[in-house]
């Protein structure tokens, strides 16, 4: 335990630094740092099943902010939803809002079970969906894809 080394630039350090003299960032074991993160991909990995990862992107949830939305994000992939965030966009909100809400999107086939579970962390979009009678929930998913289609268009002429 003698060399540590940056986790970012995997500058190593033997003295007695615990930070990164170049990043700042805590420094770590060498080895052990590189399983753990290999670790770590290969277990979200196994965690995201295959049948719920297909389809189109759906909007599932909406967070306050990007910490919230990664809370659902570890709360979706708990039960093998992979799902992707998008800053929320207004139809006349002005793109500089960079730490506005976000949008929780999941594959179409993953969105039943991505619902559930929103649904039991109390954290689903939708607040009134529980009273919501099954053909306006329909309209509004309608709506709700519709919308992302939208928003999906967008961002494709304007680009990643
Ligand atoms: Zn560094």
Redesign the pocket.
Known sequence: MNDLV?P??G?AHAGGERF?T??G?PLVHPGAHEEETVGERHARMRKIKPQLSEGQLVMVAGARHQPEAEMIQGILLEEGVPSTLRRTRGFDVPEMLAAGPRDVLVPRSGLETAREVLLQADLLATGSARATPPVRLALGLLVAVAVVALIVLAGTAIGP
């Open positions: 940056c970012a630039c500058t990164c170049s990043c960032l």
